[in-house]
């Protein structure tokens, strides 16, 4: 596999540690699939992979890490605790789980994946739980996924480690002003899930106008958009060729008029659930 330079730039997390900005995600990869899709990213020079239990395809991903001729270290994998395992007493050995079903030693990144406010498991303490893996060595870094505001302050006002990414849905329909300026303001790196909004603005005559202009493909310039806006993001393919054209986004620069114009197609618009109600 292809061992040049990188063109994809590195995201420090608060506690040093470095992600690559873009990455591939694994949502609705059927586990057949998985293996080579993954392989797939790696070929064209992914290097961070969004997995998670839910997704039942964490041993797939981990195949093709190892089966890659890539450095471990060299690859950035993510992967996230199950709602059934919010039970601070649970968590560690869901986080074994994931480790197992991996095989790759360690994993770089470990999230809440929903914060599951109506739930009778107070977030707070699964994240203190969370924190705990840290003492293991065998995570380098915890965060959250879904967190609102609120579910954030909670965790600042009581616990002891800030989490180190928010992972939120976020495209044009759901730019997510204040939620990335609070995640900003507490050092909290946002990622952005569903990053084109599973096709949903590829269609926009905004973004096809744009797209047209600096002779690019929709996707190429909502993807571009959130680099430029420094989001951490993974948008998820099953087709090679779709894979490439994702991953082919630091050749080209949106102005800031451009940037802009996409910003304002924001309608507060979701695909996926309210984190506020997701039980
Ligand atoms: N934390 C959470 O709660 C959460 C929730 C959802 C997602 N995520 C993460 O975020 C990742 C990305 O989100 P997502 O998978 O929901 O949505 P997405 O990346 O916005 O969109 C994926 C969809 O867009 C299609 N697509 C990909 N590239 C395209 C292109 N260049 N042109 C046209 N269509 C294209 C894919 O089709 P094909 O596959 O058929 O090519 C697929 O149907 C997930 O894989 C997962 O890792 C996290």
Do not use: C
């Not at 406010?117 to 977030?123: A, F, M």
């Not at 990622?191 to 002779?215: F, N, Q």
């Amino acid at each position: 596999m292809s061992t040049s330079p990188s063109p994809v730039p590195s995201v420090t997390l608060n506690n040093g540690v470095e992600i690559p900005q873009l990455g591939f995600g694994v949502f609705q990869v059927d586990p057949a699939d998985t293996k080579r899709a993954t392989l797939d990213a790696l070929e064209v020079g992914y290097r961070h992979i969004d997995t998670a239990e839910m997704y039942r395809n964490e041993a797939q991903v981990g195949q093709a890490v190892r089966q890659s001729s890539i450095d471990r270290s060299d690859i950035f994998v993510t992967s996230k605790l199950n709602n059934p395992f919010h039970q601070p007493d649970q968590v560690r050995s869901a986080f074994e789980g994931t480790l197992i079903a991996l095989d790759i030693g360690y994993v770089d990144l470990f999230l809440i994946h929903w914060p599951l406010p109506t739930s009778d498991v107070d977030y707070l303490d699964t994240w203190r739980a969370m924190e705990s893996l840290l003492e293991g060595g065998r995570v380098r870094a915890v965060g959250v996924s879904n967190f609102q505001v609120g579910h954030l302050q909670r965790l600042l006002d009581g616990a002891s480690v800030v989490p180190a990414v928010n992972q939120i849905e976020l495209h044009p329909y759901l730019t997510q002003n204040q939620l990335r300026d609070f995640d900003s303001a507490h050092h909290i790196a946002t990622e952005a899930w569903s990053p084109i909004a599973r096709g949903k603005v590829l269609d926009d005559p905004v973004i096809t106008a744009l797209a047209a202009d600096v002779g690019r493909t929709p996707a190429q310039v909502v993807l571009r958009w959130q680099i430029q806006r420094g989001e951490i993001i993974f948008p998820k393919s099953n087709t090679r060729s779709r894979i490439e054209e994702n991953f082919a986004l630091f050749d080209f620069a949106l102005s800031d008029e451009q940037v802009a114009a996409v910003t304002a197609l924001n309608r507060d618009e979701r695909i996926g659930p309210n984190p506020d109600t997701f039980s």
